[in-house]
């Protein structure tokens, strides 16, 4: 160990700025000693690592540790594994306008939700050590094994690790995945309780538990009976507050609405309801655009917005940009869809932008079912303004209100930007989350 600071290797995730998963890893392990980190991540997310990663030690995860059934070994590129040395990314840009869905993604969607029903896809992939990879982990040696667990897969994997090396383990739970994976198909009570066992068995040999957020910390104490430490996506206080939003009274030639994150599971419906609200406020007279901002391509919810008069694609950025562009923005928007699918696989999180919206001073409107944690968050500390009903009417009036009232929007900006500095300090919540592992090291 370097300076008695455990190594740690990190499965699952990487230090990207695309993902909520990797900006808060990234933001997390900042400033940790580099030589005491290693990520083995999957080939396909190699090229993703950030420029600013705060790791060196990658390993590729290719096809030598990537197993596929046979049957479906078409669906497998033959990616090298082995230690990977970071290059620095041509061009991160995209262009929404130009970008879109092939018919070959298309068809390999359908038919990966076809194995989702006939209950063949939690079969499809697995981890193998290879003797690669086992040398590269000898060599590293870590003392704990860091995850944020999203597949089956996965948790087969990292219980291998950890019986390999004999390290503690850490697991860190971005969304409430264990309720939504096995929802589906003719198989779903099978791999619900086959999965869910394999959950219990690694989370009682884990040394470390944390997840995404108070509410999640709380039901997961009743599911599981342990105790994980909430770890939300920390901010670096200074560097934000720097573009924080002065002036925000409204902008009399022209307003921007913003979205900012992923689309997909749990944001997509509830996307499209803005949309429609703030098309029809502009055929009313307003001049609102709705700008979405987000590292999604090939969506078909990308498509539907694209149809909208009012909505702008942004172009994708560095997330050094983020804090100007927020700031910039007249209202910023947090939507979770009214599904019940979309209601269980966030009910417990919180998004990693929440701590960034809060801290760019931009009045936040969320729009979300009162049965999701995250309602009854922001209005216990009113950091945002809530429509806790899917009614469009409601989310237009709302929405105006949000836009005119001067008073509302000084109080909304200043109360958000206390509870992100008392509570999302990157300084202070660093240290306690490296102490997890110092009081964990054997």
């Known amino acids: 160990m370097l300076n008695n600071t455990p190594k740690i290797l990190i499965l699952s995730e990487t230090f990207k700025s695309n993902s909520g998963g990797g900006i808060t890893l990234t933001n997390l392990f900042k400033n940790y000693p580099r030589d005491n980190l290693a990520n083995a991540i999957d080939a396909r997310e190699i090229f993703n690592i950030s420029t600013d990663s705060v790791c060196s030690k990658f390993y590729c995860l290719g096809h030598e540790e990537k197993k596929v059934l046979k049957l479906f070994s078409f669906l497998q590129k033959k990616f090298p594994s082995g230690e990977y ?22 068809l390999i969607e359908y038919f990966f939700s076809l194995l989702h029903f006939i209950g063949i896809y939690h079969f499809l992939y697995r981890y193998e050590v290879s003797e690669k990879l086992r040398n590269w982990i000898a060599e590293f040696k870590p003392d704990f094994v860091y995850t944020q667990l999203s597949s089956r897969e996965s948790i087969l994997f990292a219980e291998k690790l950890i019986k390999l090396t004999g390290a503690s383990l850490a697991i860190h739970i971005m969304d409430d995945w264990p309720s939504t994976i096995s929802k589906t198909g003719i198989l779903k009570k099978y791999w619900r309780k086959r999965i869910d066992c394999e959950f219990r068995r690694l989370v009682n040999q884990a040394d470390v538990l944390m997840s995404i957020s108070e509410g999640m910390s709380i039901e997961y104490k009743r599911r599981y009976n342990k105790e994980f430490k909430p770890f939300h996506n920390p901010i670096d206080i200074n560097r934000w507050l720097q573009y924080s939003k002065t002036d925000i ?65 942004n172009r994708q950025v ?72 899917q009614d469009q009417t409601l989310l237009k009036n709302e929405i105006v209100h949000l836009l005119t009232d001067h008073k509302l929007r000084i109080k909304l900006s200043r109360t958000a930007q206390k509870y992100a500095i008392d509570n999302f300090d990157a300084i202070i919540v660093r240290e306690q989350f490296r102490n997890q592992f110092k009081i964990k090291l054997k």
């Open 318 to 389: 560095e997330y050094s940009e983020l804090p100007g562009i927020f700031s910039k923005a007249d209202l910023l928007v947090m939507p979770v869809d009214f599904s019940k699918k979309g209601i269980q696989f966030l009910k417990y999180s919180m998004p990693t932008k929440a701590s960034e919206f809060m801290i760019s001073g931009t009045p936040i409107l969320l729009y979300a079912d009162k049965r999701v944690t995250l309602v009854s968050h922001a209005q216990q500390y009113e950091w945002a303004k809530t429509v806790s009903i």
């Open 85 to 106: 040395v970071f290059q620095k990314p041509q061009n991160t840009s995209k262009d929404f306008n130009k970008k879109s869905k092939s018919l070959r993604a298309y």
């Open 249 to 313: 009274s409204d902008n009399k030639k022209g307003l921007i609405v913003l979205y900012a994150g992923r689309i997909g599971l749990g944001t997509s419906k509830s996307l499209i309801d803005i949309a429609k609200v703030i098309e029809n406020l502009n055929k009313n007279g307003h001049n609102i655009s709705y700008h979405i901002q987000t590292t999604t391509v090939g969506s078909g919810i990308i498509q539907k917005l694209r149809k909208f008069e009012c909505v702008k694609l």
